[in-house]
């Protein structure tokens, strides 16, 4: 399965995924029994552009898909000032999603 480097904005957290934008966006905004409910901003983050800053090993051996198949939904690299540390072209989609499943994407350019 592909995996997905995303950065949260709210709360601020660099996350490995293997859910594509469009169902990690409604995994974060519809919430779980662990997390609260609202929307959800992130910027989809190039891998091939992050420096050694974040424990990148850890997408390997910990974002593997459950013992039934179904996708790990998020593995936490970094829970503070992550964003700071991805260089300016290291961004390559923002996104917004809603409670309501409304969608905002914007791409580099745009």
Known sequence: MKK???LSLTPEALIA?????YEFG???A???KKRTRGEAIFLEVDM???NNHFPLDLI???CVPKADGTPKRSVY???SKASGQIPSNGFLVFNLFTMTERVLKLRKGE
């Open 4 to 6: 997905y480097l995303y």
């Open 17 to 21: 995924s293997m859910l594509p934008p």
């Open 26 to 28: 409604n995994y974060l």
């Open 30 to 32: 519809v919430g779980t």
């Open 48 to 50: 091939e552009k992050l």
């Open 60 to 62: 390997e051996k910990r």
């Open 77 to 79: 690299l970094s829970i």
